[in-house]
């Protein structure tokens, strides 16, 4: 390696990005560590008071919020817009304002601010990258727009990336439509992916005369057929890229992204075979750039830097075949740090924003350099780095299902020898004996079951042996959080007698990629953080769908499968079944989980807000109401109107056939236009 690539794989800058550490390939030591159970905080002696410091360590904050989240005196999350360069806004207290503004939860909060920010950052580092080594060239970033569609986001971020000739990616003729009709920025490329047919090539092609920088990359072999044709119709010589599969492979979930089966790109046969049919064409000067892409969330920073060097390779042979090679374009996969780890865990990376821009820059310049070729303009596709951190979901609680181990009288000898021995062994459970302990409380609560299905046991005899069993599971898990190591087998045990907080949500719409493979996303509550959340729970949404529910959290040892939460506080003058609000936010879910989401159960998209910072506070920059019953429901071809006329002609039965009061079926009619009209989730 040259000392140009050693110094590339080093270096960070913190007013840029935090460093990230060394760029380790291994597994991290962090993730590797030995099981241990969640606990509530303890100390020798008296137990000290909770501080915010103690809930930036247990949810982690200081490593995947900076420098966007923090935690403020009071106990609520606030939000830095601007990162270290601007002010912040208490979050609970903004939630608070808006539902005043009768936006209900949940609620999605985009800050403009922020994808500036990361516009900013984004292009400064390849800035500094470009100065250190003194490339000749510049770099050129587009937005994937498939990453966030919205218009808004779409709109800002062409504005925001003018002053940086900041570009739009399209993946599709929709996505097409969109970036013609709202890239306005002269000089900015507008890189054409995805499969295509004449009209999309020819669309592209034209939109040449209308001062675009449209480049339309051959994915597929018959695209090259489709370009030469559409010059031979229109008379506009294409700009023309070709995305290689490379054999560097990418990593985690993305992975095969590359590689010979990858879905799109050409082998290096077919690259072949495309610049010789081009050069018959007379069209060979038509291509211009080389892309390639290696996966979403790249976490190991060697992935980068073997795919920058075999794709540098690519670029300068083209170019010696006599293609008029101009652009290297990286794709995507610059990684978002979900857990704060800064390792190569999947929810993480084990580089900074200004390790990837060194790398990009030194290994390219250095390929052209011993070729003798002049550099390309460096291109990236960096959407899930740019739109993540922008957005907040914010949700309420609606209520908790908790174990509450509840010791019955102590059994008399006439009672069944199976309750006898749970409460024996319940008696005698010790530091000592606790793992014996747990299995047979387990055994004979599996007898019990047993003995039940046989008719051995009554009904109420059943409940009180499971009434011992989760009492033995309580006093076990008191034991084991006091421990440094947990046995394996008892690993489970704290999701066991995990409560679960029912939230006003839905999982399929707002966070699709939790539920589709697993995706981690930063989840806490967003006030009384100067408590200590004596709970642990995992969340369920509001669809009846087994599936739709959030047991996986980040955490430095790997992942965690309960949540630290508060007990819900009741609300004092009304019924015993209400509570204070309770409020939790996911954090950057900004990219891909918006257009993605689905109608299950008909839950349709939340309430949006875009808040800019100003000097007296903020501004509400943009609503976007979220969908009521009426939209979603036309979405599956139903008519509102005939749906309560279908009603009231049934009404009207009933009432002929003494079935209803009209008192009844006017509330009945009432209840049911108001809920057409009404957003899809529950109301406080």
Known sequence: MTNQSIAAATETNPSVES??????SSPSSAHLAEPKLSEPQKSAGQKRRWTIEDSEDLYRINGWGEPYFSINAAGHITVSPQGDRGGSLDLYELVRALKLRNLALPLLIRFSDILEDRIERLNACFAKAIARYNYPGVYRGVFPTKCNQQRHLIEDLVRFGKPHQFGLEAGSKPELMIALATLDTPGALLICNGYKDREYIETATLAQRLGHTPIVVVEQAEEVDLAIEAWRKLGVKPILGIRAKLSAKGIGRWGTSAGDRAKFGLTVPEMIRAVDQLRSADMLDCLQLLHYHIGSQISAINVVKEAIREASQIYVELARLG?????LDVGGGLGVDYDGSKTNFYASKNYSMQNYANDVVAEVKETCEERGLPVPTLVSESGRAIASHQSVLVFDVLGTSDVRPHLPEPPQDKDPLVIRNLYETYQSITVDNYQEAYHDAAQFKEEAVSMFG??????????RAEQFYWACNAKILEIARQQEYVPDDLEDLEKIMASIYYVNLSVFQSAPDSWAIDQLFPLMPIHRLDEEPTQRGTLADLTCDSDGKIDQFIDLRDVKYVLELHSLKRSEGDSPHSHEPYYLGMFLNGAYQEIMGNLHNLFGD???VHIKLTPKGYQIE?????????????YVQYDSEDLIENIRQR???????????????????????RSLSR???LSA
Request: aromatic fraction near 10%.
């Open 651 to 673: 009404t009207e039965q009933a009432l002929q056939e003494n079935q209803i009061t009209l008192q009844e079926a006017q509330l009945l009619l009432e209840n049911y236009e």
């Open 323 to 327: 293609a008029n090679m101009k652009y």
């Open 622 to 634: 943009h609503v976007v109401k979220g969908d009521t019953m009426t939209e979603v429901l036309g």
């Open 679 to 681: 957003y899809t989730y």
């Open 606 to 608: 939340t309430n949006a």
């Open 19 to 24: 460093s990230a550490g060394l760029a380790s």
């Open 454 to 463: 046989f008719g051995y046991l009554s009904l109420t005899d059943r409940a």
